[in-house]
């Protein structure tokens, strides 16, 4: 054996196993090759060989749904006053107690000043001492009247006398008013309700000193016969909402807004409806928002001012699709749907929807026409291109539960 046959011997097992290795290598490419496909967006690779899958799906049909907005809201009365004293001095009575409800002219307060008394006792003493210098002129009067005509004294006397009178009388007129103003401001000592209402708190206790300059009131009165719930639209929302109602001016579009619902704060729907209008004509350049608010009548007075709550609007949405939000997938901000071809492949079609007020369904108002069919769920195991075996279910049952 020459030397060239000894090297070929010894390389003859390295290339025998080279060779069974690229041989088990085209093996394998062979066994993992598949038919090439299309793909959905984001959706994985393309749909293999295995059978087709049966899914549910629904033919479309369009509806008219209401949907519900909810804006939250703060509560104040019909009239909310602030009940202030006119006078100075102390707070000696109150008569009435916080949260009680109270009717006009009940009395609230009382205020103890003395110098208010006095005014009225001094202003009754000058009455007195007027009304004598007045009958004291009249003498004098009557006394020189019948001298003038007897031509005993001068004219002058008399018209002197009657100047005199005059003057009296015009004192005891100016203490009359005296009198009128210390009973006014001693009636001020008294603080009766302007109004029928609900009173407030209390900044101040009994023997506090007060006055018409103190820096709080003494309470608010607030009449919730009827109640405000004042909410903001920002200008997406307030636009929207006037381009779907009727009417040419603002007003006009106002007056045809549905009726509002207002949800307390115990999560309960209150029984009464309220009618929304404009609170403010001008839009926030703060906050870029309009306000608005609902009056809600609250007989019982349940509703108390002060408290939140939220504004509950309907909104009609004509023609659109009502589906489950099994049916959908979101992939980079967009949602999507699978529709069914003629051939029984899907397609990944994008949509644009609203959640329903259940959150169980979407209503779509754009990418779907009236009579596509879509599946319904189990969207993660499809593939755009993917053929299935589709299993009608009625769209019905889906609109039933969304209203």
């Known amino acids: 054996m020459n030397l060239k046959t000894n090297i070929y011997m010894k390389r003859l097992p390295l290339l025998i196993l080279v060779f069974a290795l690229v041989l088990f290598s085209c093996s394998r490419n062979k066994q993992n090759a598949t038919p090439a496909g299309n793909s959905g967006p984001g959706r994985g690779f393309a749909p293999g060989s295995a059978p087709a899958k049966e899914y549910a799906v629904i033919k479309l049909t369009p509806q ?241 001012s002060g408290s939140s709550a939220t504004v509950r609007l309907p909104q009609v949405k004509d023609s659109v699709f009502v589906i489950p939000q099994g049916a959908t997938y979101e992939l980079q901000n967009k949602r999507f749907v699978y529709k069914v071809g003629a051939d029984n492949r899907v397609t990944a079609i994008p949509v644009t929807s609203i959640p329903s007020d259940n959150g169980k369904f979407f209503l779509v108002t754009d990418g779907l026409r009236s009579g596509d069919i879509i599946v319904t769920g189990g969207t993660s195991s499809l593939r755009d291109g993917t053929t299935i075996i589709p299993r009608e279910v009625n769209e019905v049952s889906y609109y039933n539960q969304v209203k």
């Open 64 to 304: 008219a749904v209401t949907v519900h907005q909810d804006f939250p809201a703060r509560i104040e009365g019909q009239r909310v006053v602030e009940i202030r004293p006119m006078v100075s001095g102390y707070l000696q009575d109150i008569y009435v107690n916080e949260g009680d409800r109270v009717k006009k002219g009940q009395l609230l307060f009382h205020i103890s000043n003395p110098i208010y008394e006095q005014q009225v006792i001094t202003a009754k003493a000058k009455i007195n001492s007027a009304a004598a210098d007045v009958n004291s002129a009249k003498i004098d009067v009557e006394k020189i009247r019948p001298l003038v005509e007897k031509e005993i004294v001068s004219s002058y006397r008399l018209k002197s006398a009657e100047l005199i009178l005059e003057a009296r009388n015009a004192a005891l007129e100016q203490a009359k008013a005296d009198l009128v103003n210390a009973n006014t401001n001693l009636g001020y000592t008294y603080i009766k309700s302007p109004q029928d209402g609900i009173i407030g708190t209390f900044p101040y206790k009994s023997g506090a000193l007060v006055g018409s300059n103190s820096t709080e009131a003494l309470t608010t009165l607030s009449d919730i016969s009827s109640v405000f719930a004042y909410f903001s639209w920002n200008e997406k929302q307030l636009l929207d909402i006037l381009y779907a109602s009727s009417g040419k001016s603002m007003e006009d579009k106002i007056k045809t807004f549905p009726e509002a619902s207002l949800i307390l704060a115990n999560s309960k729907e209150y029984n009464l409806k309220g009618k929304v209008e404009l609170a403010s004509g001008l839009i926030s350049t703060s906050t870029g928002a309009a306000t608005f608010k609902a009056i809600f009548p609250n007989p019982d007075g349940i509703i108390r």
